[in-house]
């Protein structure tokens, strides 16, 4: 990580297995750095930034669409394309959405986790 930045200790596995599935336009909620066990008492007092680690190729959907509003989805400012072995970092309050898997391309696999700044 970035001089200063923490890897808060848990992450988790999603799997988009169903043919079209994506995720609504949203923000991610910052944890409360108590929340996230085993970090050092000077750690910042609440998690800051999301990351995704692609584990899938997927060529034809299940891009990250970014956003400047959640209310105006279709107005993607950047598409990040699946591509096993890229990593995404943004700020929890940028908006983005999943969008929908193509049932052509194999499953979207991601790993989510966040950072402390």
């Known amino acids: 990580p ?3 930045a923490r890897v808060a200790p848990r992450a988790k596995f999603v799997t988009y297995s169903e043919d079209c599935c ?5 923000v991610d909620l910052s944890k409360p750095s108590q929340e996230c066990r085993e970090l050092p008492e000077d750690a910042p007092a609440a998690t800051t930034h999301t ?3 692609y584990l899938s190729t997927c060529t034809r959907g ?15 400012v950047d598409l990040v394309r699946p591509e096993r072995g ?11 959405a999943g969008q929908q898997t193509d049932p052509a391309d ?8 966040e950072l402390l700044f």
Do not use: S
């Open 86 to 96: 890229a990593l995404l970092v943004f700020p929890h309050r940028r908006p983005h």
């Open 2 to 4: 970035p001089p200063g």
């Open 106 to 113: 194999p499953p979207k696999i991601i790993v989510r986790g």
């Open 22 to 26: 994506e995720m609504k336009p949203h």
């Open 51 to 53: 990351w995704i680690l």
């Open 62 to 76: 299940g891009a990250t669409a970014m956003l400047e509003d959640v209310r105006r989805p279709d107005e993607a």
